[in-house]
């Protein structure tokens, strides 16, 4: 398989990277090695294999709905770059 | 009494326990050393002031009944401190300081020990030789220019050149595991569930454990016995009767089963590396346990499995980096173009490659052939084990295929980098325990580890298997201070 520089191109829209002529095509070279080593999976047949999605084999455990922290607006808004009184800041985003 | 930076953990603690130390002696020692070993870059963030005071308090009022009465140590900056900068070694953390503190370390404290400060890393743990860090290459204590092995590099630079007692590190292919075994350091992963995950920076979820580094095995037990606990706070934490693993500890492993992988004689892999292992079976055989040839059919899929499974869960873990909430913020002229240019410049080069090969096998018409395929190879790998321990108690592998390279060496093939976690891979994506014990040197004088896999939950036995086997083994250190001078 090949991945081409507008797969990379869709791909870093995606992945809200951006990414400049001389880095897609150094993505794509790379992407492509790593692609060529993973096409290794296809040699096993995996039909009837039922996915693998937590080795931890226990049912997650319930707890009482209660609130534990609380009052922590100023600590969550801490360590923002941007903000105003309670508020985080981003550039405008309805005109 | 030897030199203070030279003893092992036990030691520092029974010294202190018997008042023939205080806390202050032990912790100017190791600050005062950490500070000579500069050029090892393995710091990103030191806190010694903190650490002396806290020393200070510790002998006004010295609680002797803890498990780590006032030893002074260091963390991999992977762990959130409360109130002291934690970057991941990523340049968007770069200014992040949390507001909490993990529950890993909170044990830590919670027993006595003292933070000295926060050890180099690859950036989000991503990477087995430490130059993905924002904040530079480590070198390795035992030459110059050699990598420290990674993740978890500062870490095992630390412990080899005894800049802190002991440590802990993360592990999600290999990552404490590699770096112990190029450090000639003794490196434990336990069973996935076993270490809460809270307030560790995330990489790939279904893979990430805490762990212990230290110099010894018994030390090594001492601190997993501190950082294994059942945490509301983690969903996958798992509530298991835990061992109190350094008084348990024994090196009678008489009749234990111990299987060899024919698999894990890999093409290519160095004579040194065989003759390590054949040495370490008979080593075991000398500790009476009884060695038994098993098979892993899939060792050979778990590669390019893990290199699907832990991109496509760290794109998912690593979307919270944006620029709004916390970290780095590049300006943009609106909001997706804030967002693209954070994440392209507060990001370096192999995380933004894992988080577009997540993202991609991720991706509407890909998610079947890449991921849900990796998700039911992962299963066939784990099999493999759960099958092999119907016949063994445990697993005898080299850690590593090579021993450490140099700096710069496997830079620029990402592929060739990633094969350094061809033997601690597999236990990740099974969840099982492993542990890494130096075991030999090459010609180059470079120390090489054995690893030692478990069954889930069963860290006790690989303790113990690691205990006697160190005994017989013997390992050298060699290392000659050359970055003092």
């Known amino acids: ?95 | 009494m030897s030199e203070i930076t030279k003893q092992t953990l036990s030691e520092l603690v029974d010294n202190i326990k018997s008042k023939k130390l205080s806390s202050s002696e032990v912790t100017k020692a190791f600050v005062e050393r950490s500070e000579k070993s500069k050029e090892l870059n393995a710091y990103i963030t030191e806190d010694y002031a903190n650490a002396l005071n806290k020393a200070k308090k510790f002998d006004e009022k010295p609680n002797l009944d803890l498990k780590l009465p006032g030893i002074p140590m260091a963390v991999k900056d992977l762990f959130c401190t409360k109130d002291l900068r934690t970057t991941a070694g990523s340049k968007i953390l770069n200014n992040f300081v949390p507001t909490y503190e993990s529950t890993v370390t909170q044990n830590i404290w919670n027993e006595g020990a003292i933070l000295m400060g926060k050890l180099n890393c690859d950036e989000f743990a991503m990477g087995s030789s430490n130059e993905t860090s924002f904040f530079g290459n480590v070198q390795n204590p035992i030459d110059k220019n050699l990598v420290p092995g990674g993740s978890s590099g500062g870490s095992s630079s630390a412990v080899a050149a005894q800049l802190t007692p002991i440590t802990i590190g993360t592990d999600t292919g290999g990552s404490i595991r590699q770096p112990a075994s190029f450090t000639g350091t003794v490196g434990l992963k336990p069973t996935y569930g076993s270490c809460s995950r809270y307030g560790i920076v995330a990489f790939a979820s279904s893979l990430d454990q805490a762990g212990p580094m230290a110099q010894n095995v018994k030390d090594c037990a001492l601190l997993q016995e501190v950082i294994s606990t059942y945490d509301e706070k983690d969903s996958t934490s798992i509530d298991f009767k835990r061992n109190e693993y350094s008084k348990e500890l024994t090196n009678d492993i008489k009749g234990k089963k111990i299987g060899i992988p024919k698999e894990y004689r890999v093409d290519g892999m160095p004579k040194e590396i065989e003759e390590l292992w054949k040495k370490g079976i008979e080593y075991a055989k000398d500790c009476g346990a009884e060695i038994i040839d098993i098979s892993l059919p899939h060792t050979n899929y778990a590669l390019p499995t893990y290199y699907i499974v832990a991109p496509a869960e760290a794109s998912s873990n690593l979307a919270r980096y944006d620029g709004v909430k916390y970290g780095f913020r590049a300006e943009g002229e609106n909001l997706i173009d804030m967002y693209e240019k954070t994440r392209s410049e507060g990001f370096g080069a192999e995380v933004q490659r894992r988080i577009m090969i997540g993202t991609y096998v991720l991706s509407s018409g890909y998610y079947d052939a890449y991921y849900l395929k990796a998700q039911k190879v992962r299963k066939l790998i784990k099999n493999d084990f759960d099958d092999a321990y119907k016949k063994v108690d445990a697993i005898l592998t080299p850690s590593t295929p090579s021993s450490a390279f140099k700096i710069g060496e496997k830079t620029n093939d990402p592929v060739s980098m990633y094969l350094n976690d061809i033997f601690t891979v597999p236990v990740n994506l099974a969840g099982l325990p492993g542990i890494s014990i130096p075991a030999g040197h090459d010609a180059k004088g470079y120390p090489l580890g054995l690893q030692i896999i478990g069954k889930a939950f069963d860290e006790q036995n690989i303790l113990n298997i690691a205990y006697a086997m160190e005994e017989k083994i013997n390992f050298k250190k060699n290392i000659n201070d050359w970055w003092i001078k």
């Open chain 1, 1 to 95: 398989m090949s991945i081409d520089l507008k797969t990379i191109k869709h791909i870093s829209k995606l992945s809200r990277i951006s990414v400049d002529e001389k880095k897609a095509e150094k993505l794509a070279g790379d992407l492509n090695s790593i692609f060529d080593f993973i096409e290794k999976l296809n040699e096993l047949k995996t039909d009837n294999v039922e996915p693998l999605t937590s080795v931890a084999e226990t049912t997650l455990k319930l707890r009482s709905d209660e609130v534990k922290s609380k009052n922590l607006r100023d600590q969550v808004i801490k360590n923002s770059p941007k903000e105003n009184e309670d508020y985080f800041v981003v550039p405008k985003v309805i005109e």
